[in-house]
């Protein structure tokens, strides 16, 4: 079995992906077959446009694929991490509101200048 094959399957088992699924995002004709050539060391290389297309579906670079060991890239986020990032986010909308708001009274304003100008040039 060929060690990007291999990696490939453990990746894929990983995410939780069926073959048919990750088959038709590579672009395999939609059957498992394919993959599974691959993943069983059937296909004695992987072809580049289906390593670059396997990158792109499991967000990693070709080299993360080949140099691949389970869980050591993808470990789950600690609870102390994800109260900081949901922080964080809720931060992000308030400012998002507030440059919102912002915009809304700005345009107001400009709009109100415009007919001060105009009333005043009549």
Do not use: H, W
């Amino acid at each position: 079995m060929s060690k990007t094959g291999r990696n490939l399957k453990q990746i894929r088992l990983d995410f939780g992906y069926t073959q048919e699924y990750v088959a038709q995002q590579l672009g395999l004709g939609g059957s498992a077959s394919g993959l599974r050539k691959i993943e069983n060391g059937q296909t004695m290389y992987v072809k580049k446009c289906v390593l670059e297309k396997a990158a792109k579906l499991f967000n990693m670079t070709e080299q993360e694929i080949e140099n691949y060991a389970s869980n050591d890239m993808r470990q789950p986020i600690a609870d102390k991490e994800k109260d900081m990032l949901l922080s964080a986010v809720e931060t992000y909308k308030e400012m998002i509101q507030e440059i919102n708001e912002e915009r809304k009274r700005d345009k107001a304003l400009i709009q109100d200048l415009v007919e001060q100008l105009v009333s005043y040039r009549k």
